[in-house]
């Protein structure tokens, strides 16, 4: 069965209602036990039909190269495009969903002007003050949503690839901070490093092996 495609069916429609300036908004990085939460908000053209649109996908569903080769196509013909980020520590102390709201709004924020309406992946209340429509499997379906997918999912990655080289034996530039066989291995034997979201079960538990032998040794 072919893929579906996102389109900007629902964009057009708020248009023709009125609204002039739609963003898309998605977010990536919820599971990591390492490394930032980030959204990205994207408006894309409507009187246009730019030549990359027809290979927008759900960011999951291209491989690393297809949305490398995407994003700065995307960047680069978008209305506007922001990032926002909130980091580990952050996370930690705010918790997911008001770490979700406030990465949202950082993105939203940084726009070029403001947005009439938010389209945004999930069921989640952002509890933005502007008109927001939550799409469930947006970024499969509509085409500034899976825009934003691509741009956030990459600056995630090349984030991380930082953080590998910072913070070396964790393997972060392979597993992008998800809990894969590698990184809970690097973990049990290094312990959690600054970028570990303390508030994890997995990464509070290699917290506390470390703990008890930092007492040991002192």
């Not at 246009?48 to 569903?61: C, E, T």
Request: aromatic share 4%; hydrophobic share 45%; net charge positive.
């Amino acid at each position: 069965m072919p893929t579906r495609r996102p389109t900007r069916r629902l964009e057009l429609q708020h248009r023709r209602h009125g609204a002039q300036t739609i963003v898309g908004v998605d977010e990536v990085g919820r599971g990591p036990l390492a490394g930032p939460i980030v959204t990205a908000a994207v408006s894309l053209p409507l009187d246009r039909r730019p030549a990359w649109l027809s290979q927008l996908r759900d960011s999951k569903l291209l491989t690393p190269l297809q949305r490398e080769r995407l994003a700065p196509k995307i960047r680069d013909e978008a209305i506007q495009w922001a990032i926002g980020w909130v980091q580990a520590a952050e996370l930690d102390r705010l918790g997911m969903t008001s770490a979700l709201r406030l990465a949202c709004r950082r993105a939203i924020e940084q726009l070029d002007a403001p947005p009439d309406v938010v389209l945004a992946d999930g069921r989640d209340d952002l509890r933005l003050l502007i008109p927001t429509e939550m799409v469930v499997k947006g970024d499969a379906k509509v085409a500034s949503i899976a825009a934003a997918s691509i741009i956030a999912k990459t600056a995630r990655d090349a984030w991380m690839v930082e953080l590998d080289a910072r913070f070396p034996g964790y393997g972060f530039a392979r597993h992008k901070g998800y809990g894969t066989a590698e990184h809970l291995r690097a973990l049990s034997e290094l312990g959690p490093c600054p970028e570990h979201r303390q508030s994890f079960a997995p990464v509070a538990a290699a917290i506390q092996p470390h703990l008890a032998i930092d007492a040991a040794a002192s």
